[in-house]
């Protein structure tokens, strides 16, 4: 398949997967219902964040790593290297990740581009039969997050988000001692993240690099001219390819803060902050505060500092008996009313549980048995789009707790959702 790709030919794939996967036997799993012994056979969509996938999913029992996909060239001839250097075996490293949809071998989609694919690909994928491993934030807005929800269940297909942290054993375990009232009642979860980023300048119109694909790498977000700032990492701070410091890490913290509380929808959304520390292309904050409250009096507090580094817990619940820290790393800590450190348990991050918990879903025929299946990641990530557009608009929001949709407040609703380059709009 060329790399040079026209909007009627996404189209017209993308109809033909719908159709195929509708006259399909009706089989929860592609390909061959994998019993648990059997191969699970993957491609890879993105190769920054999609390289360190390759090499933890690479390095499970039984699992074949047929395809790297990547728009730029040259990572992708360096990423397939790695790849085979890792797993003695060579992928078939492609431009286009619609070779890997057409592919009946393969069972599941890793989707890692930028965030305005996240959501495009991983329908893509469901609609063409495949499982589907979606890194964090699993959508550019809430629309397509609830279009995410609604393709995995049409399809019957295994939908993972990337929030790792979900299957790391230590992290389980310190959130069912919050359940079980080790901390007491518990009312309040505060995050934090922090980091030292850089400015990033203003950019500059250039000519494309000869080894990226920029068509393909824009996909649904309409065009625009190339810039020498924003590829491979700093469309991160524009709202029309990424969602800032919050979607990027804050999904994460806010992911165990929901879990922790046991609480989906908020009631009301407040953010402040901005662009305090550059004066340079950034669109989203690098320094930002956000509230959510829910029903039952609970409450989640996330504060980010993209450009200055201090350490702060990465989680912490608080209760009427004490409180509980998770680590940025795993573990966790449970203090005393009188902030005496009682227990203490290391732990790890999850992340090859986490492809391990994916690959046994697909292979018993359990699409729901995830843990950050996708209801669950468009949930937490909703809370990071729900900041965004409180800090977007310098509103509160006042949110629907049955779906988290923003009521009487038009304007905030039109972030619900986004332009799309005509053409490439996803469609479930």
């Known amino acids: 398949m060329s790399d040079s790709v026209n909007r009627r030919t996404f189209l017209g794939q993308s109809a033909a997967a719908a159709t195929a996967a509708s006259f399909a036997a009706p089989a929860i799993l592609s390909a061959a219902n994998n019993a648990p012994s059997e191969k699970v056979t993957i491609g890879i969509m ?7 996938l390759a090499k933890i999913f690479g390095s499970l029992d039984g699992v074949e790593i047929k395809y790297v996909c990547d728009t730029d060239d040259t990572r992708l001839t360096k990423a397939a290297k790695t790849v085979e250097k890792a797993t003695t075996k060579a992928p078939q490293a492609i431009g286009d990740f ?24 991983t329908i893509l994928g469901c609609s063409a039969g495949k499982n589907v491993y979606v890194e964090k934030p699993c959508s550019h807005n809430p629309k397509e997050g609830e279009m995410m929800v609604a ?15 979900r299957s790391s054993e230590s992290i389980q375990e310190g959130i069912q001692k919050v359940k079980e009232g080790a901390i007491g009642d518990v009312y309040l979860a505060r995050a934090f993240y922090e980091s030292a980023r850089g400015p990033i300048g203003t950019g500059k119109p250039a000519a494309v690099p000869g080894d990226l694909n920029y068509d393909l790498w824009q996909g649904p977000a309409p065009r625009q001219k190339y810039v020498d700032n924003l590829i491979h990492y700093n469309w991160h701070w524009f709202w029309k390819y990424g969602n800032g410091e919050l979607g990027n890490n804050g999904v994460h913290s806010l992911d165990l803060c929901r ?51 201090h350490k702060n817990d990465f989680v912490t619940f608080f209760g009427s008996k004490g409180t509980l820290i998770l680590g ?14 009682i227990e203490k348990v290391d732990g790890n991050q999850g992340l090859r549980e986490h492809a391990q918990n994916f690959i046994d879903a697909i292979r018993n025929n359990e699409p729901l048995n995830l843990n950050a299946e996708i209801e669950i990641g468009h949930k ?26 923003i009521q009487n407040d038009k ?18």
């Open 259 to 309: 879990w922790g509380l046991d609480v989906d929808y908020p009631t009301r959304v407040v953010s402040s902050g901005g662009r305090y520390a550059f004066d340079d292309d950034q669109q989203t904050p690098d320094t930002h505060v956000v509230g959510y409250e829910f029903g039952d009096n609970k409450q989640i507090t996330w504060q980010g500092t993209s450009c200055n580094r």
């Open 46 to 52: 993105g190769m920054q964040r999609g390289l360190a």
């Open 411 to 428: 304007e905030a609703m039109t972030l619900w959702t986004r332009e799309y380059e005509p053409g490439w709009e996803p469609k479930v």
């Open 98 to 121: 619609r070779k890997i949809l057409d592919d009946k071998e393969v069972d599941a989609l890793i989707v890692a581009p930028p965030n305005h694919w996240h959501s495009p690909a």
């Open 380 to 405: 937490s990530t909703l809370l990071c789009h729900l900041g965004n557009i409180a800090h977007r608009t310098g509103r509160t929001m006042t949110c629907d707790p049955t779906n988290g949709h």
């Open 328 to 341: 940025i790393s795993g573990g966790y800590r449970i203090l005393d009313a009188k902030d005496k450190e």
């Open 151 to 165: 393709a995995a269940r049409k399809n019957k297909k295994a939908v993972q988000m990337g929030s790792q942290r």
